[in-house]
């Protein structure tokens, strides 16, 4: 596969095969993701890489804290509040196609819940990672996290791997800190659900959309 064909087929997968990627193939995954860019080269990511255990033991008990409501103090959020018009429509345009693909629909809020709550099982996946930055970075830092991220994607891509990047883990940093254990200076941005992907679940069939080019790139003369 070449890179174009990679960063075509890249989307979302949101449920996996119960075959568990072997520690070798994620360490070199991880190898090729750190190949990417950073100004300075200063690589501000850091990775927590769950295996089974650890990652269902974490599962559980956000997914406890899900069920009984249990809030903790967020660090950021995850969108601007308030969000534009033209946001929100993508939004609801992404979160309608993934509950079409699923037949859930609009007013059946039981399983649009059951479905959020996935999130806190990563997906079912066998393998998760948290990823965290240095407090002291500021937005330009997590645009370099970014590039490692979409490297960390298209790396697992070519080994046969499926992943959905999630930053519902940014909901439960209480949580997240007492499993991964990182340290006072690192602040939650995101988790990973990896793994190979069920390639029949109706959840991995749709494909979002994108805007066309004249709606985001302005050529000036
Ligand atoms: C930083 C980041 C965080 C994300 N967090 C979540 C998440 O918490 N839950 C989820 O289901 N999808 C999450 N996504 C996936 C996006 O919804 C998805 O990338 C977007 O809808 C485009 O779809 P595609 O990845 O299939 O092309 C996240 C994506 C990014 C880049």
Redesign the pocket.
């Known amino acids: 596969m070449n890179i174009k064909e990679g960063i075509e087929k ?3 997968v ?1 449920a996996f095969t119960n075959k568990v990627p072997k520690m070798e193939i994620i360490k070199e995954i991880l190898r090729t993701a750190n190949a990417a860019p950073s100004g300075g080269n200063i690589q501000p990511w850091k990775v927590y890489v769950l295996n089974e255990d650890a990652k269902n033991n974490l599962a559980k008990k956000t997914l406890h804290n899900f069920d009984n409501g249990v809030q903790e103090e967020i660090e950021y959020d995850i969108y601007p509040k308030p969000l534009d018009d033209i946001y929100k429509k993508r939004r609801s345009e ?1 979160g309608a196609d993934m509950y079409n693909a699923l037949s859930i629909g609009k007013d059946d809020l039981d399983s649009r819940f059951k479905q959020i709550r996935e ?1 806190y099982n990563f997906f079912g996946a066998p393998i998760g990672m948290i990823i965290t930055i240095d407090r002291s970075f500021g937005n330009n830092g997590w645009g370099h996290v970014g590039m490692f991220l979409e490297n960390l994607w298209l790396s697992a891509i070519h080994h046969g791997l499926g992943l ?5 883990w940014s909901i439960y940093p209480k949580t997240v800190k007492e499993h991964i254990n990182h340290p006072d200076n690192e602040i939650v941005w ?1 988790g990973v659900a990896i793994g190979y992907e069920d390639v029949n679940h109706p959840i991995n069939q749709y ?2 959309k994108r805007e066309n080019l004249e709606s985001f790139v302005k050529f000036i003369d």
């Open positions: 890249r989307f979302s949101r992404c999130n959905c990047l999630q930053e519902s995101c494909r979002t």
